[in-house]
Nanobody, 116 residues
Framework: QVQFEESGGGLVQAGGSLRLSCAIS????????VAWYRQALGKQRELVAT???????LYLDSVRGRFTISRDNTKNTVYLQMNSLKPEDTAVYYC??????????WGQGTQVTVSK
């Protein structure tokens, strides 16, 4: 069972930056696609970004150009650098496998709050 643990959230003013980290429990997961998701209060969870084993990222239209996903397989960690944050980015952010067959469970997530 692969587990994902998120950290790095916080309260930031609009225009600010945060870097989220996702620790992956299995070192052999380096070739798999990992994703960041977010869920705002009262809304459905949405896919924010994905990264494949080669390090190529794909992004939700509303975050492209502001967010950067990366991974360090030597540390079994995936990152989400978030710049130029907007109030609408406020949500709980989760990381998990992109492929549902590897989504054994969901972590607690990390809260990101962007004030005006």
């Amino acid at each position: 069972q692969v587990q994902f643990e998120e950290s790095g959230g916080g309260l930031v003013q609009a225009g600010g930056s945060l870097r989220l980290s996702c620790a992956i429990s299995q070192s052999t997961f380096g070739d798999n696609v990992v994703a960041w998701y977010r869920q705002a209060l009262g809304k459905q969870r949405e896919l924010v970004a994905t990264i494949n084993g080669g390090g190529s990222g794909l992004y939700l239209d509303s975050v492209r150009g502001r967010f950067t996903i990366s991974r360090d397989n030597t540390k079994n960690t995936v990152y989400l650098q978030m710049n130029s944050l907007k109030p609408e980015d406020t949500a709980v952010y989760y990381c998990n496998a992109y492929d549902p067959q590897w989504q054994d469970s969901w972590g607690q997530g990390t809260q990101v709050t962007v004030s005006k």
